[in-house]
């Protein structure tokens, strides 16, 4: 999946139509109730839904990807569904069953990497990642949206809502994201392959490291779980 269209035409379009719907139907959005994610998402949760037991029930990112947020981001779901911005320094996941490098769902299954950090990812939903496996990530029912450091599987506050995300992405992302590592990477004739991160080694959080490291394009959900099972070793180290 390539870079469709820079992240601010899209969060222009996003606005703009939030606008236009809110002209046409002459009332005022009020929070609380089920916005459907994207056409037909809705209709084969559905069917899923019937297919389990009575009383049984699916734990989906789609759910939870916060009130105040999920209004802005599900339109933007809707205009493009996952993709990757700024020459593939961020890659925003889509409403889909597959990959599993791009799939919410998917993406966020506890089998797939993130039990691999044990505690720290509990209560996370990740929606977006940078170029290095950088997480963001929804964290309670609030819309706020925080960093998950994948070296060393840190939370971090970064915004207040979605939207406030998208800003600083818009802004500012040359300080929040790998755009000038990619620029090189490019350079030197590695350009990004959708479907993998950068690895660093060794590791940037190390002091090895102040002497410079190689850089390796690894499958996203293999560079996860290393990581994440190195975050669980050096917590446990006395």
């Known amino acids: ?48 839904h019937r297919q389990r037991r009575a009383g049984e029930r699916e734990h989906h990112p789609e759910e939870d990807l916060g009130r105040r947020g999920a209004v802005h981001h599900r339109r933007l779901l809707e205009l493009q ?26 993406w966020n299954a506890p089998a797939a990497w993130r039990d691999a950090y044990g505690p720290a990812a509990e209560g996370l939903v990740f929606f977006a990642e940078d170029a290095f496996g950088d997480q963001f990530a929804y964290r309670g029912t609030g819309g706020e949206v925080v ?22 992405m818009i802004d500012r992302p040359a300080a929040v994201l790998p755009v000038h590592v990619l620029a090189e990477e490019r350079d030197k004739g590695r350009p990004h392959v959708p479907g ?23 499958d ?3 560079a996860m779980r290393f990581r994440g099972d190195l975050s669980r070793q050096i917590r446990d180290l006395p």
Do not use: I, K
């Open 1 to 48: 999946r390539g870079e469709v269209a820079p992240l601010g035409l899209v969060l222009a379009d996003v606005a703009l139509e939030r606008d236009r719907e809110r002209e046409e139907r002459g009332v005022v959005e009020q929070g609380g109730g089920e916005d459907e994610l994207v056409p037909g998402l809705h209709e084969r949760e559905e069917r899923g």
């Open 81 to 106: 569904n996952g993709t990757y911005f700024h020459n593939h320094a961020l890659h925003l996941f889509g409403a889909c069953e597959s990959p599993p490098w791009h799939g919410l769902r998917a």
């Open 147 to 168: 960093g998950f450091g994948a070296e060393l599987g840190r939370v971090e506050p970064f915004a207040p809502s979605f939207a406030a995300w998208m800003e600083e």
């Open 196 to 218: 993998t991160q950068l690895f660093a080694y060794p590791p940037l959080f190390s002091p090895e490291a102040r002497g410079g490291v190689s850089l390796g394009h690894v």
């Open 220 to 222: 996203a959900v293999e």
